[in-house]
């Protein structure tokens, strides 16, 4: 959407990697990654809120930072920004340790999750106060300022005072105002929170194509899956001052690396159950793992990449990857429903695009699946009460270790 | 309908009772005042004339309109004695003012930033000395600045001073105790607007570029401006009109137009000149309350 307001914003694009940054920073070399958190633990009190945590965030990447609230994740950006001082560890930029660097030192720049919008300066003021800072000449900040108003689309409200103007416009200012002094990384403490839903959809776009076009590298801080998985390359999921796992959102979904992960991302339905036996692994049979489990039944899965080495296990399988039927699969889907579970409906949940069915399994269990309404008119949709048959293939199952 | 007339009525009262209150404890007496100015001086009982006296009829009362005049106001803005008291009022309250902003700030500022838990203490600390009476804590100062006090004493025993310095009947002394009379209506105002504010704010100054100092001069110090005016109307007024301390701290050379109010009601038992002298001192004081008023006005329209 903000695609159409490119006057110069190559400009934007250009200096902010790199080239003339106003830190005169040097271009990163293509094997050091632009940011590196090494082994940072932040302390409060006896309570670890980073707990030894590394990463490497390279240039031009939108990389999320995604977990539940009081994981650190917002720790670690106040870090990155210098609002906090890690008690152990370092955090390069450009290979040059940062951690001890005050705030307003640093090539880094930070949209707010309240906006913390200067509450006596008005929008072009706001946007001004960074250049101002850096000792910009008049007529450059003048210039730099329309520009940023142009492509954040605020023309016209340049003199408002931020409680003049809208919750969107507001979160637009904060953009702009963080993006003036073209940082090297950006910031972003959720920074769609206080929006609706459907402005923080259309918001989510526009910082992509933003992000994109003007080669800069975001980190952003989210509570919100959904929103992490639209606009990240990568994401990093936190719990307890810890990288759990950082993986690209599909990687993310498809094969979590542990039932933490598994549970956080997405809905899941969890078997717990000892490993039976292994067969397969020739040309005829890929190798496939059967795991007896206390609540479903025998469970036939693939085997995961990584070996398996501890004897509990738990069977992890996305409810959009069961399917029910009234009598089993049919003939042609039977080398992959090698997993199949009777039991009762019990819930039935209509979304819209999709129905999420809870089903009572013989077993004990309940088993969660959701199905695409890809037809207008279901005559074989499931009431409650409906015995059904629920089945998926062994590919589908993710293996986790207890 | 019933709960509406339930509510409704008691609601309307609170709505008149400032009024009400304004116009019985203000109004009044001012127009009582505002008639007095315009009398003439008369040893009698009361000690001017004319009298109002409904007793007397209507033409009684329009004769006794007649004789009213400006004849007080011309001796005020005329004779050297008024202005200058009224010149020292404004100057004294200025300065001690100014005084006031310059210690006061940066205590409130600090109590600010204390942790939640010792800002109640910090406030404590300032409210406190005010359970003991003004007066009390006047002749406090006195026993402590007078010649042989525990100031002299202090500052003799330090050998830096030979002999003791007259601190007493000085307008230093009078500006320490209007400073230390004052200084938490100074303080409080400043300390509510410094508490609220957003800490956010400071670090996006500080995200930006802008160094600790700047921070503030950019950001905290513009934001507490109307802690600022509201400190320092609270102490400004009352300071123009004080009496007590430059009586009992300054020396008689000067006298501050609460001072002559006073000889002139007491001594000279004049009570039209005082009224009169009351009267420009609350048009003096209107002028800053009414510039007051219109720029938290325009802070609540900006809102």
């Not at chain 1, 720790?75 to 940062?98: C, Q, S, V, Y």
């Not at chain 1, 899941?268 to 609540?295: D, K, S």
Request: net charge neutral; glycine share 6%.
């Amino acid at each position: 959407m903000m695609g159409q307001a490119g006057i110069t914003t190559e400009d934007v694009a250009k200096s902010a990697s790199g080239a003339d940054s106003p830190n005169g920073e040097p271009q990163a070399a293509a094997d050091v990654p632009l940011l590196r958190i090494e082994a940072v633990v932040k302390k409060f009190g006896g309570f670890r809120a980073v707990d030894g945590l590394s990463l490497d965030v390279r240039a031009g990447e939108f990389f999320a930072l995604l977990g539940p609230s009081g994981c650190g994740k917002t720790t670690l950006l106040r870090m990155l920004a210098g609002f906090e001082t890690p008690d152990e560890g370092r955090i390069l930029l450009d290979g040059k340790d940062i951690a001890r660097v005050a705030p307003h030192e640093r090539p880094i720049n930070m949209m707010f999750q309240n906006y913390a919008l200067f509450p006596h300066l008005g929008v072009r003021d706001n946007i001004a106060f960074g250049l101002k800072r850096a000792a910009m000449p008049g007529a450059e900040i003048e210039a730099r300022v329309a520009e940023l108003i142009a492509l954040v689309k605020l023309e016209g409200l340049e003199k408002r005072k931020p409680d003049q103007l809208s919750g969107g416009q507001r979160q637009r200012v904060a953009l702009a105002r963080s993006l003036a002094r073209r940082p090297r990384v950006l910031l972003l403490d959720e920074p769609l929170a206080a929006l609706d839903k459907k402005l923080r959809e259309s918001t989510q776009l526009e910082l992509m194509e933003l992000q994109r076009r003007l080669g800069l590298t975001f980190i952003i801080v989210t509570h919100d899956q959904e929103e992490a998985m639209t606009m990240a390359g990568r994401i990093g999921v936190m719990d307890s001052g810890r990288l759990e796992q950082v993986a690209a959102p599909r990687e993310l979904y498809e094969a979590p690396r542990s039932r933490w992960v598994a549970e956080f991302v997405g809905d899941i339905n969890l078997f717990e159950g000892q490993l039976e036996r292994r067969e397969g692994g020739h040309l005829t049979m890929a190798p496939r793992l059967t795991i007896a489990t206390r609540e479903a039944g025998i469970l036939q899965v693939a085997e995961p990449r990584q070996p398996i080495t501890k004897e509990n296990l738990c069977v992890a399988i996305r409810p959009e990857k069961v399917k029910l039927s009234r009598r089993g699969p049919a003939a042609s889907d039977n080398t992959n429903a090698l997993n199949r579970l009777e039991g009762v409906v019990t819930d039935v949940s209509y979304l819209g695009g999709v129905t999420a069915y809870k089903v009572k399994l013989d077993g004990g269990a309940v088993l969660r699946s959701s199905m695409a309404n890809t037809a207008r008119l279901d005559l074989d949709a499931y009431g409650v009460n409906q015995r059904v048959v629920a089945w998926f293939s062994p590919e589908d199952c993710v293996v986790l270790e207890q | 309908m019933s709960s509406r007339s339930i509510f409704t009525r008691p609601a309307r009262l609170a709505a008149i009772a400032p009024y009400l209150w304004m116009a019985l404890f203000f109004l009044v007496p001012f127009a009582f005042v505002l008639k007095i100015s315009l009398s003439q001086t008369a040893i009698a009982q009361p000690p001017y004339v004319p009298v109002f006296d409904p007793a007397e009829g209507w033409d009684a009362i329009k004769t006794a309109f007649a004789a009213l005049s400006f004849d007080n106001f011309k001796l005020l803005v005329t004779d050297d004695l008024y202005v200058l008291s009224y010149l020292r009022s404004l100057v004294v309250a200025a300065i001690s003012t100014a005084i006031l902003l310059l210690i006061g700030y940066p205590i409130a500022y600090g109590m600010a930033r204390l942790p939640q838990r010792w800002q109640s203490v910090a406030m404590m600390l300032v409210i406190v000395p005010f359970w003991t009476s003004f007066l009390i804590r006047i002749y406090a100062w006195i026993n402590i600045l007078q010649h042989d006090g525990l100031l002299n004493q202090i500052l003799l025993a330090l050998q830096l001073v030979a002999t003791p310095v007259v601190w007493l009947s000085t307008d230093s002394a009078m500006y320490l105790g209007i400073v230390y009379s004052y200084l938490p209506f100074m303080i409080l105002p400043l300390y509510a607007t410094l508490a609220k504010m957003d800490r956010s704010l400071l670090e996006a100054a500080s995200d930006l570029g802008a160094s600790p100092l700047r921070s503030f001069w950019l950001v905290t110090f513009p934001l507490s401006l109307p802690g600022v005016g509201a400190g320092a109307l609270l102490c400004f007024i009352p300071i123009v009109g004080e009496f007590v301390i430059p009586d009992l701290l300054a020396g008689s050379n000067s006298l501050m137009i609460g001072q002559t109010l006073w000889l002139e009601f007491f001594t000279n038992k004049d009570w039209p000149v005082a009224s009169s002298a009351a009267v420009i001192l609350l048009l003096l004081l209107l002028a800053p309350l009414l510039l007051y008023d219109r720029l938290q006005r325009r802070q609540l329209e900006a809102r």
